[in-house]
């Protein structure tokens, strides 16, 4: 195995200070023994497989926004009702803009695959070691719980195409626990052997992610009109409130509907992972960025409506959404037939299939650059660079493991399964946070500028909108769904942050 990288010493402190030697994005050095040293002080391990456009498709396709939306839309459509779902997307998409635009530009002076662990530790001063050690570890935790919450998906979607044909099948958690388990090891697989493949195999998914919204508009747009059943009416999609959560403050419930476009759009640094296997990763990452954003926001406004025009029983979808994947009700009931519901459902299942795979890449990457500094337990073992596959081969397969465990308690219990997945929103924008507040409380004055800056106020402004939405939406999004409150409906996503945290805590 290739050694741990430059850095990876016996105190963190010394890793963080030679991060701190190497912030500029355009510093390019050579260690003693002739090898490379990368923007993070670390030695490239790491081949440059990916282009511009194959990360933009990586992040499209991984960030899966449209298909993330569909796929909760029947919980999230309980907070206004699809008036509720449109406008709390649009809203909640514009403050990830401006967090989305804090991370671009820290990702453009420092890019690593460490991501905000790295930039906590260097825009947080003395404080450093310790904000970069917990910005590290929740959002490493937060991607790891995004790729169950995926592999899940996909799970509960293949054993909905299944029954699309199955009228009488009666889906069971062991029938979506075996589906889990192929996607899970499956998309591990591909993770792990076919490396110099994944910048094709993410373009793939880029094309399957676009092409397949646009023709899922333009069937659910026609299919009411060659059914004779007609469009929902202009009210029913955009003025129609509907409030069913027991909350009796209808602003409130749109604060916390916007959850679920948290959900779909809250991935702004899931390129930065990528950034030691991209060439000028200081251009060409917030471009990524700009790029998931453009397309993520658009595609799924354009799809939401569509659905929603497409319906004209709203009630039956409620019901049906308890046995099937929510989306697969929808589509019945847009198309009329099983296999228009099959065929659509194909469309979103290749891009979240190869989603899969582009979280391992996440999760693993964050995880693999904790381990070379030291931040992790065996991090010699994590740290580690496979001389064949040229990956973290170690950290892609205990992500995939710890992603089983979390399987495994899904068929125990959906309602702790959701209670751990549903953390993911909360401990990635925490990471954000650790990143980005200290960054303006220093006045922005830690780094040195990349080829994307906000200069002036507008930085200021942008990094300020960001803070306060992160500290209070994470308050509000450990609210309750719905009232009254009992075991099955309870939020437990600040019981799981808090007990994460402590554990982080703990070994820290």
Not at 135 to 152: D, E, I, K, M, R
Not at 190 to 204: G, Q, V, W
Not at 344 to 349: H, V
Request: aromatic letters at 14%.
């Amino acid at each position: 195995m290739a050694q741990p990288a430059v850095g990876n010493t016996s105190s963190e402190e010394k890793a963080f200070n030679a991060a701190v030697e190497y912030a500029s994005p355009s510093a390019s050095s050579l260690s003693a023994d002739g090898a490379l040293i990368n923007a993070s002080g670390h030695r490239q391990q790491l081949e440059r497989n990916f282009g511009l456009m194959s990360v933009i498709a990586y992040a499209i396709t991984a960030g899966n926004t449209w298909i993330a939306l569909g796929g909760t839309i029947t919980i999230a459509i309980y907070n206004g009702g699809p008036p509720g779902v449109i406008y709390e997307f649009i809203v909640v998409s514009i403050f990830y803009w401006l967090i989305g635009a804090s991370i671009a530009e820290l990702a453009s002076s420092m890019p690593t695959a460490a991501g905000v662990y790295h930039w906590a530790s260097i825009t947080a001063g003395k404080h450093g070691r310790i904000c970069g050690f917990f910005a590290g570890w929740w959002n490493f935790l937060g991607w790891l719980l995004g790729l169950a919450s995926v592999c899940q998906i996909v799970g509960a979607q293949t054993v909905s195409m299944y029954a699309a044909f199955h009228p009488e099948f009666v889906a069971l958690q062991w029938h979506v626990f075996v589906s889990f388990l192929v996607i899970t090891w499956l998309s591990c697989a591909i993770a792990l052997f076919a490396n110099r493949l994944l910048p094709l195999f993410e373009s793939l998914g880029g094309f399957f992610t676009i092409s397949g919204v646009i023709i899922t508009v333009v069937v659910c747009a026609a299919m009411p009109t060659v059914k004779g059943t007609g469009h929902a009416s202009n009210n029913f999609v955009w003025s129609d409130w509907v409030n069913t959560t027991g909350y009796s403050s209808d602003g409130f419930v749109f604060l916390l509907g916007m959850l679920n476009g948290a959900f779909a759009v809250g991935t702004p640094d899931i390129t930065t992972h990528l950034a030691e296997e991209i060439p000028k990763p200081s251009v060409n990452i917030p471009k990524a960025i700009l790029a998931q954003f453009v397309i993520g926001f658009t595609t799924t406004l354009f799809y939401i409506i569509a659905i929603f025009y497409g319906l004209n029983d709203l009630d039956t979808v409620l019901e049906q959404s308890n046995r099937y994947f929510p989306l697969a009700a929808i589509y019945r009931q847009t198309t009329g037939s099983g296999g228009g519901t099959l065929g659509l459902l194909i469309l979103s299942f290749l891009p979240l299939f190869i989603a899969c795979v582009g979280l391992y890449l996440t999760s693993s990457r964050t995880l693999w650059t904790l381990a070379r500094d030291n931040a992790t337990p065996f991090s010699g073992f994590f740290s580690q660079i496979n001389p064949r596959y040229r990956n973290p081969a170690n950290a892609i397969l205990l992500c995939a493991c710890l992603t089983t465990v979390l399987g495994i308690i899904y068929v125990g219990s959906k309602t702790a399964f959701s209670a751990f997945v549903g953390s993911f929103v909360v401990l990635t924008t925490l990471s954000y946070l650790t990143a980005i507040l200290p960054h303006l409380l220093t006045r922005r004055a830690n780094i040195t500028p990349g080829w994307f800056w906000m200069k002036g106020a507008a930085g200021y402004v942008v990094n300020a909108i960001s803070c306060l939405y992160i500290v209070v939406f994470i308050v509000i999004f450990c609210f309750p769904f719905a009232l009254p409150v009992g075991a099955p409906t309870m939020n437990y996503t600040s019981l799981i942050t808090g007990g994460l945290t402590l554990f982080v805590a703990a070994f820290y």
